[in-house]
């Protein structure tokens, strides 16, 4: 199994541009989260979702929207890109009603704005 | 509201000796998972070990072990016998209760194991 599959891995935009960071995943997990991390920090969450359909805010949703039309798929959209945004983000899928079971990562994507 | 602190921003650990890294937690739930995860220099997120607040027994995973105190409302990560290839971030998190399985991650150790 390929487990949570992130593209691109490395970006640089300059600012104002769009993109779309993609995720999916093939272990059909209703769950799925994206996170960014900031140098030397630790995660922080930005928006998840508890299935097709479903999405909500977490801790750092200005600046970026998301949607999740297939289980599989949960791509996150950066509008107007900021020097702010500069991070490596993070998808991450889990099945739920099962406390014990970690989230699987992807690979990231390195995100640069300048 | 849930937090996650690890107080240990950076350790050097000779190689071969334990090293504990510490991790404490503020929640008010009664049912909740900890867990520790690596990110070596290359980035992944790579799962270690899980501990819930109903086990009576400390986790253990290979050379890993989590330190429970449940009063203290602690969970420290125990390596034994510490290799190079342990240098990474060390990253504690929770899990509440009801909380669409959202989890909240401390800000890391740096773990340098020295030959």
């Known amino acids: 199994n390929a487990g949570v599959t992130q593209t691109p891995k490395f970006r640089i935009l300059k600012i104002g541009q769009s993109m779309t960071l993609q995720c999916t995943q093939d272990?059909?997990?209703?769950?799925m989260y994206w996170y960014r991390q900031d140098p030397g920090m630790g995660l922080k969450l930005i928006y998840y979702s508890v299935g097709a359909g479903i999405t909500d805010k977490g801790e750092v949703p200005n600046g970026y929207n998301v949607s999740r039309s297939t289980t599989e798929d949960f791509p996150l959209r950066l509008e107007l890109a900021a020097p702010s945004q500069t991070s490596v983000y993070f998808c991450?899928?889990?099945?739920?009603?099962?406390?014990?079971?970690?989230?699987?990562f992807g690979d990231g994507t390195r995100l640069s704005i300048l | 509201a849930q937090k996650i602190t690890q107080t240990q921003p950076g350790m050097f650990v000779q190689e071969k000796e334990a090293v504990t890294l510490d991790c404490t937690y503020d929640?008010?739930?009664?049912?909740?998972?900890l867990f520790w995860y690596k990110q070596p220099s290359s980035g992944e997120m790579i799962f270690l070990i899980y501990q819930g607040s109903y086990d009576e027994q400390n986790a253990t995973e290979g050379r890993y072990s989590l330190n429970f105190q449940k009063a203290r409302k602690s969970a420290n990560l125990v390596i034994s016998a510490s290799q190079l290839g342990d240098s990474a971030m060390y990253f504690c998190a929770m899990r509440g209760e009801n909380r669409d399985d959202k989890i909240i991650f401390g800000k890391g150790t740096r773990l340098h194991i020295l030959p």
């Open positions: 272990m059909n997990h209703n769950y």
């Open positions: 929640t008010s739930d009664q049912s909740y998972g």
């Open positions: 991450a899928s889990n099945r739920p009603g099962t406390s014990n079971q970690p989230q699987h």
